[in-house]
């Protein structure tokens, strides 16, 4: 799985989550930069780094030999999450993981090296891996 190699902080504040701010699209990784496709975030969302190691295998299991993988976003944001079982209060809760967080229009992974169909395929699979709603982008299309 992905995660920092060293932090600043542990714990990070909660991030507020505004509804006409949350609906405002990413500047910022929304083309294609390495491939010659690509998965293409359409909901905002925190994807966790298990989600995206699971969706880069599912890529590359499909791809086989031939294609080359690019992951565009690094989950760096810590998440945190109390005990079973422990009351109310007493703090916050312990390191739990890392997340990525997602806008619309980010671009989560590249791919090259493979037909159309192959590359749908691949895309397909690895887009019910994580947690946003996704679309296939080309630079054909």
């Given amino acids: 799985m992905l995660i920092p190699k060293k932090v600043k902080h542990r714990k990070w504040h909660t991030a507020r989550r ?3 701010k949350e609906l405002k699209p990413d500047t910022r990784g929304t083309t294609l930069a390495f491939g010659s496709f690509g998965i293409k975030a359409e909901t905002a969302y925190r994807i966790k ?3 995206l190691e699971s969706a880069r295998k599912a890529l590359v299991r499909e791809l086989s030999k031939t294609g080359k993988v690019w992951i565009r976003i690094f989950p760096d944001r810590p998440i945190t999450q109390k005990a079973a079982e422990v009351p109310m ?4 809760g312990d390191p ?3 997340v ?3 806008l619309p ?3 989560i992974f590249e791919i090259d090296g493979v037909t159309f169909a192959v590359a749908k395929e691949a ?3 690895a887009g019910s891996k ?3 709603r996704s679309r296939m982008v080309s630079r054909e299309a």
Wanted: net charge positive.
């Fill in 130 to 132: 994580v947690a946003v």
């Fill in 89 to 92: 209060g007493k703090g916050k």
């Fill in 49 to 51: 780094s298990n989600q």
């Fill in 18 to 20: 505004h509804p006409s």
């Fill in 96 to 98: 739990a993981g890392y």
């Fill in 123 to 125: 895309i397909r699979k």
């Fill in 105 to 107: 229009g980010r671009i």
């Fill in 100 to 102: 990525a967080e997602v």
